[in-house]
């Protein structure tokens, strides 16, 4: 087993967050929930199914006979802004030069395939990529950390030496129940006090400033 950093994705290298908190809003509103888009934001990071629940409600009585509609919805109204993703400032330079440093980089994506092909194109850095999940291979989504052990068994990264990188108080917390320190960007829109409030063990203002710190960072330690 080999020492590696764990990357999410969305709204860490790649700047979607607020893409999905409107695209949910506008589906939502369709089946005639209007809920503020403050809140939405607030959730993005968990799965579809986690997603609704935390923002109509989690009881038993909740009709849920609409969310896979909701989540159809959703997905249609961001891939309209496919075409028009672009790196959070960088992204890619901070992935190689984690390459650079013997460490393997896994993508640890909760995205649907297609998506997740999308964004590794936006991306621009497969020839340093050792591994990348998507949706389906997580059994439960995040804060549940089923997309974590994933990345680390395909990839054969030692939980014992390994880092996350996200940039959610979602991620921090799925990263938590693994034992792995996890490094919070806050491009995604989440406060540096929120995500070490959650645990994490660093902030930065996004990738470009961890590139920067990277020799003083957590991922140092393992490297």
Known sequence: MKPGVLFDVDGTLIDTTYLHAVSWWEALRQYDHDVPMALIHRGIGMGSDKLLDHLLGEGEDRDRSADEEMGT???????AWWERLRQL??????????????????LASSAKKAELGKLRQVLGADDVITA?????DAEESKPAPDILEAALAQSDV???RAVYVGDS?????????????????VCGGTSSAELLEAGA????????????????????QIA
Do not use: F, M
Request: glycine share 8%.
């Open 73 to 79: 919805a959703h997905d249609v109204l961001y891939g």
């Open 158 to 160: 030692d939980p014992a």
């Open 201 to 220: 063990a660093a902030t930065y203002e996004n990738p470009a400033a961890l590139l920067r710190d990277l020799d003083a960072s957590p991922i140092a």
């Open 169 to 185: 108080v979602w991620d921090v917390q799925a990263a938590g129940k693994l034992g792995i320190p996890c490094i919070g960007l």
């Open 132 to 136: 990348a999940t998507s949706s389906a």
């Open 89 to 106: 400032p960088g992204a890619a330079d901070l992935v190689r030069a984690v390459a650079a440093r013997d460490l393997a980089v896994v």
